[in-house]
């Protein structure tokens, strides 16, 4: 495997269901960011990891968990969402917050 | 805050047609301006990284250029292929990635 994955690929859940979100990078680099894209809006921010430590949390709510056990790893907990969270989730990887490269994305669909 | 404008929000052209995407931006501290393609359901792509006025990077028909308040990516006899959202992203002191809306293009025989 090269550069970022993502699995799965596509997730629908329930509003009461708990599901997990995960990126793997093998690119070496020392940061780890969770993106969230809907339609017609730009990629919004979630959180950052450097080097295992969170770094930012963009006023996400807490319904979405995250959880960065090292610095090749990345997962997104998800819990009781709504619909307004269906989205397009990217996960990326940079070294020292320089030019970040994305994995392909989770399309998650919450009924 | 950081700010960043792409335009035009769709572009429609034929192959061979060359053309210029903008990206204006405000930036507090620019660090870097980033070129990304982004095809449907699909995470984006890296294209460019541009640090400083004056600077321009160059792959196959792409060609990104950089002024201190926007940015132009020139495509020159595109192809089909080049369909795609091509996003422009800064990071300044804050070291965070703002990102535009996109332009979305589409390119036809």
């Known amino acids: 495997e090269t550069g970022v994955t993502q699995t799965p690929r596509h997730l629908v859940m329930g509003m009461t269901n708990k599901k997990s979100l995960k990126c793997e990078q093998h690119l070496g680099h020392n940061a780890m960011y969770w993106y969230k894209q809907s339609a017609k809006k730009p990629l919004e921010l979630m959180f950052v990891?450097?080097?295992?430590?969170?770094?930012e949390n963009n006023s996400v709510p807490s319904r979405f968990s995250p959880e960065c056990p090292n610095s090749s790893h990345l997962f997104l907990h998800l819990h009781t969402l709504q619909p307004e969270d269906s989205a397009l989730y990217l996960c990326?990887?940079?070294?020292?917050?320089?030019?970040?490269?994305f994995g392909p994305g989770t399309r998650l669909t919450v009924l | 805050e950081d700010q960043v404008t792409q335009s035009p929000e769709a572009l429609r052209l034929q192959e061979g047609e060359s053309s210029s995407l903008n990206c204006s931006y405000t930036v507090s501290g620019l660090r870097g301006l980033f070129w990304y393609r982004q095809d449907p359901g699909k995470g984006p792509e890296f294209l460019f990284t541009?640090?400083?006025a004056g600077e321009e990077k160059e792959k196959e028909r792409l060609k990104a250029t950089l002024t201190k308040k926007e940015s132009f990516l020139h495509i020159t006899a595109p192809k089909p292929e080049d369909s795609a959202t091509y996003l422009c992203?800064?990071?300044?002191?804050?070291?965070?990635?703002?990102f535009g809306t996109g332009t979305r293009l589409q390119v036809t025989l």
């Open positions: 990326a990887s940079s070294q020292e917050l320089d030019t970040q490269y």
């Open positions: 992203a800064v990071t300044g002191t804050a070291s965070k990635l703002t």
């Open positions: 541009l640090y400083s």
């Open positions: 990891y450097n080097f295992k430590e969170q770094t």
